[in-house]
T-cell receptor, first 113, second 111 residues
């Protein structure tokens, strides 16, 4: 089946620094990838839709200058959390779409101190 | 997108059959019903998808009545490892369409 990976699986950073999270579709090409955020005991919240070769589409309330998304190839999308603060600590999950089905990555646990 | 409603939580014992019902009154003609499973600190995992009547795979069965306003995920003989959150989603299956997650059902299986 289709596999999506994320790197790193967990990261701890200091407040004010930037963190980049990678999402890769390992065995298929994905023109569209999605980024979600999940707080403890809450559901997944869609942050943005990442389109290969074009600008990402952000959901209402998500700051595009803070959460930079780049989808430079058909197998890689990156999410950069800029000037991270403790409230950005969360579980970030990506998914990639193939033939109408979506496959999720294992998630990245971000902790901002 | 059709809104879904499912129980917040359910409890079961090992070996029992678990049925989780989801209501989606505003489902559209082109929509499919899809269920995902999520363990703590992991990404969601696809379980099953259906359009109408009954779908069965090696993991679960999905029952959808004729009016398609609800669906029931059936997990046969659950084990402790089935403890997870189960999400019911209504999807269009069009490429490039995001999945919108509801609150899900937390299933707790005890021995």
């Amino acid at each position: 089946g289709a596999v999506v990976s994320q790197h790193p699986s967990r990261v701890i950073c200091k407040s004010g620094t930037s963190v980049k999270i990678e999402c890769r579709s390992l065995d298929f090409q994905a023109t569209t990838m999605f980024w979600y955020r999940q707080f403890p005991k809450k559901s997944l919240m869609l942050m943005a839709t990442s389109n290969e070769g074009s600008k990402a589409t952000y959901e209402q309330g998500v700051e595009k200058d803070k959460f930079l998304i780049n989808h430079a190839s058909l197998t890689l999308s990156t999410l950069t959390v800029t000037s991270a603060h403790p409230e950005d600590s969360s579980f970030y999950i990506c998914s990639a779409s193939q033939r109408g089905s979506q496959y999720f990555g294992p998630g990245t646990r971000l902790t901002v101190l | 997108l059709a809104k879904t409603t499912q129980p917040i939580s359910m409890d079961s014992y090992e070996g029992q059959e678990v049925n989780i019902t989801c209501s989606h009154n505003n489902i559209a003609t082109n929509d499919y019903i899809t269920w995902y499973q999520q363990f703590p600190s992991q990404g969601p995992r696809f379980i099953i998808q259906g359009y109408k009547t009954k779908v069965t795979n090696e993991v679960a069965s999905l029952f959808i009545p004729a009016d398609r306003k609800s669906s029931t995920l059936s997990l046969p003989r659950v084990s402790l490892s089935d403890t997870a959150v189960y999400y019911c989603l209504v999807v269009t299956n069009q490429a490039g369409t995001a999945l919108i997650f509801g609150k899900g059902t937390t299933l707790s299986v005890s021995s």
